[in-house]
C-alpha cells in the first residue's frame, strides 16, 4: 500500500552513475581508475565517481538482480550495477523497495542473463518524508539483525559440534579402514521429470555442505516404480560419489525426509554394521583428515568433476572408537542438532515476518 504516500519511478529518485565500479582506495594510471570484474581487474576507466555508500545490483550472470547495500569503504566490483539514491532518499529505504520488487522479469539473455536499470528504472516507488523512510528502514533492518543473530548462533552450535568431536575423539590413535563399519555403499538411478510425481529423487546437492537438504529433490518419472531398495529414510547416511574435487565424498546424515524420496547414482547410501553409529561415522566422514584423504583418492578426467571407487572410499581411515562410546557423542550431537532445529524455526518466522513487513511498506 501507499500510505497516501507520493508515488514517483525509481528512475526520479536514484541515479545509476556506471555499470562499472572504481575503488577508491586504489592510485590512478594515468588519471585512470582500475575497474574489478569477477576475476580480478577488469580495466580502467576514464573517470572517477566519488565515493559513498551505494546499492549494488548485479548486473549479470549468476544471482542477476540481487539487491546489497556497500559501505564507501568496500571493494567494488564490475558486475555491479552502481545505483546511488539522491539526496532527500534514506539509501537503506531504496534498497528495501528495491528488493521487494520483482526484478526477475526484467531479467533477459539466456546465455548470460543481464539485467538493465533502464527497463526497472521505471518501477514506481512510494516515498514518504526523509524522516519516514529512515523509520521504516530502522524497523525492517532490526528484524535482519535478529535474524543474523539467530544464524550466528547456528554457527555457534555448528563450532560447538566439531569442538566435542574433537574433544572426545583427539585422544584416540588407533584408526581402521571405513570398511570396518561399512557393509555396503548402495547407489540409486538418476531419473527425472518435470511432470508431477508422487515419486521423487535427491538431487546431488542434497548433500554438498555435509548436511542433509530435504528440499533438494527432483521429480521421478510417473510410469517408473523405484527399487524399495533406493528409498531414503530417517537414519540414513548418504555421501557424494562424484563431485568437484573439493565436494566429492560430501556426507550427510539424514535426520528427516519426505515419503517416496529415493537415491541418484551420484549419492550412496551406506550401510552401516551394528559396531557404527551413523553419526559418528558422519562426523568422523566430515573431518579434515577424511577428506582429505577422499580428495587424494578421487579420480576423473575431467578437472572440474571427481569421482572415487567403492573400494577407495572403504579405504579410507578413521579412528576405531568403540561403540559405547560413539552413542554417547552422537546422543549430544542430536541435542546440539535439536537445539539448531529450534533456532531454524525461529529464523523462519523473522524471516516470515520481514517478508510480511516488506510487503506492507512497500507492495499494494
Known sequence: MNH?????????????????????????????????????IAGYIDYYVQAKDYIGIIKDGSGVGRVSVYPKESSLLGTLQYIIP????????????????NLAKYVSGAAIPHIY?????????????????????????????????KRNQIKDLDALAQSLFNETFSSIGETVPLSFYVNALVGGKS??????????????????YDYFDKNSTKYLPVDYTPDAEHSVSTGDLIISRMNTAELVG??????????????????????????ANPIYLWKSLISESAKGQIRSKASGTSGSMKN??????????????????????????EAIEAQKNRVEASIADLETLLASRMDYWFND
Open 117 to 149: 536499470f533502464r527497463d526497472y528504472g521505471e518501477e514506481k516507488i512510494a516515498v514518504p518524508s526523509i524522516k519516514t523512510q529512515s523509520k521504516v528502514a530502522d524497523e525492517l533492518d532490526k528484524l535482519n539483525e535478529l535474524i543474523e543473530i
Open 308 to 333: 572415487i571407487s567403492k573400494p577407495l572410499l572403504l579405504s579410507i581411515n578413521i579412528k576405531k572408537v568403540p561403540i559405547s562410546i560413539q552413542q554417547q557423542f552422537a546422543e549430544r550431537i
Open 191 to 208: 531419473l527425472a521429470s518435470k511432470e508431477v510425481s508422487p515419486n521423487k529423487v535427491l538431487k546431488s546437492g542434497a548433500v554438498t
Open 4 to 40: 497516501g504516500w507520493e508515488i514517483r519511478p525509481l528512475q526520479d529518485i536514484c541515479n545509476k552513475a556506471s555499470s562499472n565500479l572504481m575503488q577508491k582506495n586504489i592510485d590512478s594510471e594515468n588519471g585512470k581508475y582500475p575497474v574489478f570484474g569477477a576475476s580480478g
Open 250 to 275: 560430501a556426507c550427510a546424515y539424514v535426520f528427516d525426509v519426505d515419503d517416496n524420496v529415493y537415491l541418484p547414482d551420484r549419492l550412496w547410501r551406506i550401510e552401516y554394521k551394528s559396531n
Open 86 to 101: 539522491n539526496e532527500n532518499m534514506d539509501l537503506r529505504y531504496v534498497a528495501y523497495a528495491l528488493k521487494s520488487m
